[in-house]
C-alpha cells in the first residue's frame, strides 16, 4: 500500500507544479533573509537561479514568469537548515559562548562574477542591494565570517574581496588546491577533505569492473587539469585507457552554445562508462543536456550527487539511474533529521523559501498580504514527507562541511573570548569588541572535534562511500550505499563492494562491459595496433606449444620441456613417455615379422641339416651356408633390440649385434661367392685349385672381415658409444625414448663397410653368372645382394628425413627386409628342389644336365668335373 501511495505521490508532483506555481508570490525573488545575533555570519549558498528568456534556448519550459526562467534547487536548501540547525545547538550551549548569540545573513549565489561580489558588498555594508556604500557599515553588526560555496569559483570571488580586510571565509565546497594558497588567500579555510585518493579509488572501481575504456568529463579550469593528469597516471599504471576527454566550459551561457556537440560524442563514443568529476554548480548545464538527451546506456562514475528533478521528464527513464557516485566517508546525524522534521514556515517566518515549499508540494495558499503561508495546508505537512529527490534529510557531505565550519567560528571566537579577558577584564559592564581578522590565529591553530567525533580541520581523511542512484521509475530519487574505498586499508581490501545492490542502466541485463576490443580469452594473446591505444588490440592465438589461461594477456607462456599445450592452448599438459612398445600395432609387427622369419630360418637350418648329403646341400658348401643361416637367424633376432623401451645394454646391442651380425652374414656370403669364382672360373693350375678347395681358404674371409667390424665397433663403444636420449619435440604430446647413436661417424662407418662387404660379394657372384644351369647360386648371390643395395640405399635417406618411432621403425624394417632377401634369394630355391622337387636332387640328375650342354670348349670340361668332385 505504501509503495503505491508514493508512486501516485511521485506522479502527482509535476501535476502540482504545472496548478499551482502561476502564483506571483512563488516568483517573488529575494536574494537574502536575516537572522538576528550578538556576531553575524554570512552565508552564500546556491539555491534558485533564473535567467532571462534570451539566455535559455527551451522557450517550452513551464517554469518561466514574465521576462525569466525561475530554477529552484530545494536539495540546496538543506545547507540553510544545516546552517541553522548548527546555530541553534551552539546558541543552546551554556558552556560555548556563554551570553553570545550567532546570527548569520544568508545570500543567494547566482553564476556570474558581479552577481557575486555585488551580494558580498551587501553584506559587508548592510546595505540594499543598489546601495552599496564601500568601507561602511550601516547596521553596525558584527560580522565575523562567511561562509562560501559549493563551487570554488564562488569561493575564489568572495575571497579575493574578503582578503583585503583579512576577513575569515569557510569554503564548504569540494577541495581545491588553488584556494589553500596563503599568498592569494591567506583568511580562507577549506572544510572538506583533500581528494587524494578519489582518482586511486576510481581506477580501482574500473579495475573491478574490468573496465579498460572510458571516458573522462572534466571541468575546463585549473582544478580539471589537475585531475586530468592524476587519472591518466592511475589509469596508465594499471592499463586503462581513456576514450575520450571533454573539459567543459564553467560558464553557463558559454556551454548552452556547444552542449549538444559535446553529448553527440560522448553518446556515439564506444565507451560505456564514463567519469563526470568537478562539482554540481560548474556543471549543471552539462548534467541538464544529458538529462534531455537521455543516454540510458552509459554508466556515469560521478564524485557529486545530480540533481534529479532537472531534467526533461521521458516518465519513467532516466539518465542517471544506475549511477556510481563517490561521496567522503562521514557519520550521518540523526538529530539533523529530527530537527528538520520541525522546520515550518511559521517557525521561521524570515525564511524565503520554506513558503514557497509549502505553497508548492502542501497546497498552501499565499497571503496576498505578505506571502506568507495560510493555514489550509494538507495535514502533517514536513519536509520529512518529500521524496528523496525533491529533498533529502539525511545531512549531505556539504551539509556536514557547514556544521563543521559553524562550530569551528564558534570555538575560535570561545578561545578569543577567554584569551581576551584573561588579558583585558570587562570594565563597567562593556562588552568587549570582536574584529574579524582577529579570528584568524584561532582558526589556523584551533583543533576542535564536534558532537560527531571528527576533528573540522582533518583534510586527510582517505575513506569515501560509493553510492548507486536508483531513479527508476523516474522521481524514486534513491541513493543506495554500495561499498567503500579505504586507502589506508591493505592492498587488495582497499575495495569494498555488494555488487547485488547495484542497480545498473536498464539497457543492461548484467554488468556492463566497456572496452574497446573484445576481451582476448584463454588461450589467445593481445596484439596492439598501430596507432590506437593499447586498450585497442586483435587477438591472436598463442603459438605452437603455447598457453594463456588468464584473459587479456599480452604474451603466451611457453610450456616446459617435457609438457605441451591442449588444443584450446589454455593448459599444460604432461608429456606422456613414448617409445617403439612391443604393444604399439607398430611394433607388434615389426616383432611379428622378426620372429615369424627368424622361425623360417630355423626350419630351413632343419631342412638343410636333414638333408645335409643331398647333392644340392653340398653343392651349397655346408658349413658356410649353416653359419649363414644361423648369422641370419641373429640378424632377424637383433631388430627385437630396437623394439621396447630402450636402457643403456640395449642402446650399446642395438649396434654391436646390428654390425657383427651383418658383417658375418655378408661376409660368408662373399666366401661363397669367391668359392664359386675359384671354383669355375680361376685359371690357376689343377693342383692350386684343388688346395684352395681342399683348405677351405674362403673361409678365413669371414673371422677376418668380422675382426675387421669388432675393431670398428670396439672404438664406436670406446670414443662415443650410444646413450638413452629424449626428444621432446617430435611428437606433440609425447616425449620420445631413444637410443642416440652417439658418434654418427662410427655408425655411417659400420654401414659403409656392410656395403663394401656387399659390393665385394656382389662383384664376385656377378663375375660367375654365365654358370651352367645346374648351378645357379652366382644368379641368386647377385640377387640377394642388389636387393641389400636397394634396401640400404633406401634406408639412408629415408632414416634421415624421419624422427623418433618412425625412425627406429624404419631401420628394424631394413635390417629384416636385408636378412629377408638374403634369405630368400639364396635359400629358397635350395629348399624349392628339396622339399617339392626330389627328383632335381641327385648327382645323376645333375651329371646328366651338365653332360648334356653342347659346344663346350675343353676349360668347361674340366669345370664340370672339378664340381662333380665338389660334390662328391
Known amino acids: 500500500m505504501f509503495s503505491v501511495v508514493f508512486i501516485l505521490w511521485l506522479f502527482q ?311 556510481l557516485i563517490f561521496t567522503h566517508h562521514y557519520r550521518e546525524s540523526f538529530e539533523f533529521t529530527n530537527f528538520i522534521q520541525t522546520v515550518t514556515p511559521y517557525r521561521y517566518p524570515e525564511d524565503i523559501y520554506l513558503p514557497k515549499m509549502w505553497y508548492l ?52 571566537l570561545h578561545e578569543m573570548r577567554l584569551k581576551q579577558v584573561q588579558m583585558q577584564p570587562y570594565e563597567n559592564g562593556k562588552e568587549m569588541v570582536f574584529f574579524p581578522w582577529q579570528l584568524n590565529s584561532f582558526l589556523r591553530d584551533i583543533h576542535v572535534r564536534d558532537n560527531m567525533g571528527l576533528y573540522w580541520r582533518e583534510k586527510l581523511n582517505e575513506e569515501y562511500n560509493i553510492f548507486n542512484l536508483w531513479n527508476f521509475p523516474k522521481g524514486l530519487g534513491l541513493k543506495k550505499k554500495i561499498g567503500t574505498f579505504s586507502a589506508n586499508a591493505p592492498q587488495g581490501k582497499q575495495l569494498s563492494l555488494s555488487e547485488q545492490m547495484i542497480q545498473w542502466p536498464e539497457i543492461f541485463s548484467e554488468i556492463p562491459k566497456s572496452m574497446c576490443s573484445e576481451s582476448c580469452g584463454p588461450g589467445f594473446r593481445k596484439a596492439t595496433l598501430e596507432g590506437k591505444a593499447v586498450c585497442c588490440y586483435n587477438c591472436i592465438p598463442c603459438a605452437e606449444n603455447e598457453i594463456s589461461n588468464e584473459t587479456d594477456v599480452d604474451q603466451c607462456v611457453k610450456c616446459p620441456e617435457s609438457h605441451y599445450a591442449n588444443t584450446e592452448k589454455n593448459q599444460c599438459l604432461q608429456k606422456a613417455v613414448s617409445f617403439l612398445a612391443y604393444e604399439d600395432p607398430l611394433g607388434m609387427a615389426l616383432t611379428s615379422i622378426a620372429l615369424c622369419f627368424s622361425a623360417v630360418t630355423v626350419i630351413v637350418i632343419g631342412v638343410f641339416v636333414k638333408h645335409r648329403d643331398t647333392p644340392i646341400v653340398k653343392a651349397n658348401n655346408r658349413t658356410l651356408s649353416y653359419i649363414l643361416l644361423i648369422t641370419l637367424t641373429f640378424c632377424f633376432l637383433c631388430s627385437l633390440n630396437f623394439i621396447g623401451q630402450p636402457n643403456t645394454a640395449t642402446c650399446i646391442l642395438q649396434q654391436t649385434t646390428f654390425g657383427v651380425a651383418f658383417t658375418v652374414a655378408l661376409a660368408t656370403v662373399l666366401a661363397k661367392a669367391i668359392t664359386v669364382v675359384i671354383a669355375f672360373k680361376a685359371t690357376f693350375p689343377g693342383r692350386m685349385v684343388r688346395w684352395l678347395m681342399v683348405s677351405r681358404a674362403p673361409n678365413y674371409i669371414i673371422p677376418l672381415c668380422t675382426l675387421i667390424q669388432l675393431v670398428l665397433c670396439g672404438i664406436w663403444m670406446a670414443t662415443s658409444p650410444p646413450f638413452i636420449d629424449q626428444d621432446d619435440h617430435i611428437e606433440h604430446e609425447h616425449i620420445i625414448i631413444l637410443c642416440n647413436k652417439g658418434s654418427a661417424l662410427a655408425f655411417h662407418c659400420v654401414l659403409g663397410y656392410h656395403c663394401f662387404l656387399a659390393f665385394g660379394s656382389y662383384t664376385m657372384a656377378f663375375l660367375s653368372r654365365n654358370l651352367p644351369d645346374s648351378f645357379n647360386e652366382s644368379k641368386f648371390l647377385s640377387f640377394s645382394m642388389l636387393v641389400f643395395f636397394c634396401v640400404w640405399v633406401t634406408f639412408l635417406p629415408v632414416y634421415h628425413s624421419t624422427k623418433g618411432k618412425i625412425m627406429v621403425a624404419m631401420e628394424v624394417f631394413a635390417i629384416v627386409a636385408s636378412s629377408a632377401a638374403l634369405l630368400g634369394f639364396v635359400f629358397a630355391p635350395k629348399c624349392y628342389i628339396i622339399l617339392l622337387k626330389p627328383e632335381k636332387n641327385s648327382l645323376h640328375r645333375i651329371r646328366d644336365k651338365t653332360n648334356s650342354r653342347k659346344h663346350k670348349s675343353h676349360k668347361t670340361v674340366q669345370k664340370v668335373n672339378l664340381t662333380s668332385m665338389i660334390t662328391t
Open 361 to 412: 508540494f502542501f497546497r498552501c495558499s499565499f497571503s496576498e498580504i505578505d506571502c506568507q503561508p495560510l493555514d489550509n495546508c494538507q495535514a502533517n505537512a514536513s519536509l520529512n514527507v518529500l521524496p528523496r529527490h525533491v529533498f533529502d534529510v539525511s545531512m549531505s557531505e556539504e551539509s556536514y562541511n557547514i556544521y563543521r565550519a559553524v562550530y569551528a567560528v564558534a570555538h575560535g
Open 13 to 323: 508532483i509535476p501535476s502540482l507544479v504545472c496548478a499551482f506555481n502561476n502564483n506571483q508570490c512563488y516568483y517573488l525573488i529575494r536574494e537574502d533573509f536575516h537572522r538576528e545575533g550578538d556576531v553575524v555570519l554570512g552565508a552564500f549558498f546556491p539555491v534558485h537561479t533564473y535567467y532571462t528568456i534570451q539566455e535559455i534556448p527551451h522557450s517550452h519550459l513551464i517554469g518561466y514568469y514574465e521576462d525569466y526562467y525561475l530554477q529552484y534547487n530545494f536539495k540546496n536548501y538543506q545547507f540553510v537548515l544545516a546552517l541553522l540547525y548548527a546555530i541553534e545547538e551552539i546558541n543552546g550551549n551554556p558552556n560555548l559562548l556563554p551570553n553570545i548569540s550567532i546570527g548569520f545573513d544568508f545570500y543567494n549565489v547566482r553564476f556570474t562574477e558581479k552577481d557575486i561580489l555585488m551580494n558580498t558588498c551587501m553584506w559587508l555594508t548592510a546595505h540594499r542591494r543598489g546601495k552599496v556604500l564601500a568601507n561602511y557599515n550601516c547596521k553596525k553588526r558584527n560580522f565575523i565570517a562567511a561562509l562560501t560555496g559549493t563551487s570554488w569559483t564562488t569561493s575564489a570571488y568572495i575571497g579575493t574581496l574578503l582578503q583585503l580586510f583579512k576577513f575569515p571565509q569557510l569554503s564548504f565546497g569540494p577541495y581545491d588546491p588553488l584556494l589553500s594558497d596563503r599568498s592569494q588567500y591567506s583568511s580562507l579555510y577549506q572544510m572538506a577533505p583533500k581528494d587524494t585518493s578519489l582518482s586511486l579509488g576510481i581506477v580501482s572501481l574500473l579495475i573491478h569492473f574490468s573496465w579498460s575504456w572510458v571516458g573522462l568529463v572534466l571541468p575546463d579550469d585549473h582544478k580539471g587539469n589537475t585531475i586530468l593528469s592524476g587519472f591518466r597516471d592511475e589509469m596508465e599504471r594499471k592499463r586503462i585507457c581513456i576514450a575520450f576527454v571533454k573539459m567543459i566550459p564553467i560558464t553557463w551561457t558559454l556551454y548552452f552554445n556547444k552542449r549538444w556537440k559535446f553529448i553527440d560524442d560522448i553518446q556515439e563514443s564506444s565507451a560505456n562508462v564514463i567519469i563526470i568529476h568537478g562539482d554540481i554548480d560548474s556543471l549543471q548545464g552539462l548534467m541538464r543536456s544529458i538529462g534531455q538527451k537521455l543516454l540510458t546506456w552509459k554508466v556515469w562514475v560521478m564524485n557529486f550527487e545530480q540533481d534529479v528533478t532537472s531534467h526533461a521528464d521521458y516518465f519513467m527513464l532516466d539518465s542517471f539511474h544506475g549511477s
